[in-house]
């Protein structure tokens, strides 16, 4: 796929994944919008990417806005008058913690925000794209929607979430000339992820030992190939790979471990 010349949207597109598929983009000669909640960091965002541009003419906007809020979104979209050729899907949180230990707004929060962002803005996207029939959506989902992993109540649900969303949004989008593409990052050097690491489980940690984490570069690149490739699944990383193929052996291997550590617990 030859990006120049294409306008794409990445909701998270001010930090982590996001940035980092948006400097690839940009300098490929695509047109951006980044839209994100934070103003500051979209600006700074911004002014960064305006730097890698592959030719003047290009153009960076930005918009600030909750994915989770549905009429804000639209409202906020509104003002952009052409239809989009790529929709990446990157906003996310992640909170982890144990079940019993978190207030029930986080897994309502973190619903809103993962699966329901992703559903917000692909429903107002998608119209346009359906229109010119053409266009590219990708949804960014997480290895913690193959297995289920200890003290990930609240996070590996809405990315099940997503993962389920998108395979059902394939078949009804292909007549239309649209592609969609799933995303299942591990874990990523992003703010996101020092986040996740001050509050994780001492249970979860030991699980996640010897993981390794991937740079967003990286992770980028792959998503780049794999939407130029046009790939249903796009995994980053040979443990990534190795966990879709096994994940049920993988999520029973898991759940014995975490059973194991946790009938220690005092």
Known sequence: ????????????????????????????GAHLTLLARRRNLLEEAASLLKVNVADQDQSIE?????????????K????ITHPFDILINSAGVAYPGEFTEMESDIFRNVMEINYLGTVNLTKLVVPGMIAQRSGYVVNISSLAALIGIYGYTAYAPSK????????CLRA???PYGIDVSIVYPPDTDTPQLAFERSRIPEITQKINEGGGILSP???????IKGIEN????IIPGFQGKVIYRF???IDTFMFKYAVKLASKKP
């Not at 099940?160 to 395979?167: L, M, N, P, S």
């Open 172 to 174: 009804e989008m292909k």
């Open 62 to 74: 930005f918009v600030s806005a909750d994915v989770s809020d549905y009429d804000n979104l639209r």
């Open 76 to 79: 906020s979209l509104a003002k």
């Open 217 to 223: 570069d990286h992770v980028a690149d792959v998503i």
């Open 247 to 249: 994940a049920g052996l």
């Open 1 to 28: 796929m030859d990006f120049s010349g294409k306008y794409v949207l990445i909701s998270g597109g001010s930090s982590g994944i996001g940035l980092s598929v948006a400097k690839k983009l940009v300098e490929r």
């Open 230 to 233: 046009k790939k249903f699944v």
């Open 160 to 167: 099940f979430a997503v993962r389920g969303f998108t395979h």
